[in-house]
């Protein structure tokens, strides 16, 4: 109930201030592309096979900070063609 409070208040802020907002589909991972980035590095992680928690932290970190940036524009630059997709689907999950 507290979360949709806070919602309606955001809500009424934006409006007050005059801030245009796009109409989303909510938590949708085929909008959210660091879903795509979070898989990927769970993937990189697991190929390590972490066997305890400090091991897993510091494979992550080294992950983190070894990722291509290019992976990320792609998924930026992929926004466009997600958006008709989903729009194509009527808001039902599409292959992203």
């Known amino acids: 109930m507290r979360s949709k409070a806070y919602f309606e208040i955001s809500i009424r802020w934006l409006k007050n201030e005059?801030?245009?907002?796009?109409n989303w589909v909510p938590q949708s991972p085929d909008l959210n592309?660091?879903?795509n980035l979070w898989c990927s590095l769970?993937?990189?992680i697991a190929a390590r096979k972490p066997s305890n928690l400090l091991e897993l932290k510091r494979h992550t970190k080294e992950e983190w900070e070894n990722f291509?940036?290019?992976?990320?524009?792609k998924l930026v630059e992929s926004m466009p063609k997600r958006c008709a997709l989903v729009i194509e689907?009527?808001?039902?999950h599409i292959k992203y």
Do not use: F, H
Request: net charge positive; charged share 40%; aromatic share 0%.
């Open 42 to 44: 769970k993937q990189k």
């Open 68 to 73: 291509d940036p290019s992976i990320c524009k």
């Open 33 to 35: 592309p660091i879903e």
């Open 89 to 92: 689907a009527k808001g039902r």
């Open 18 to 22: 005059k801030i245009n907002v796009l």
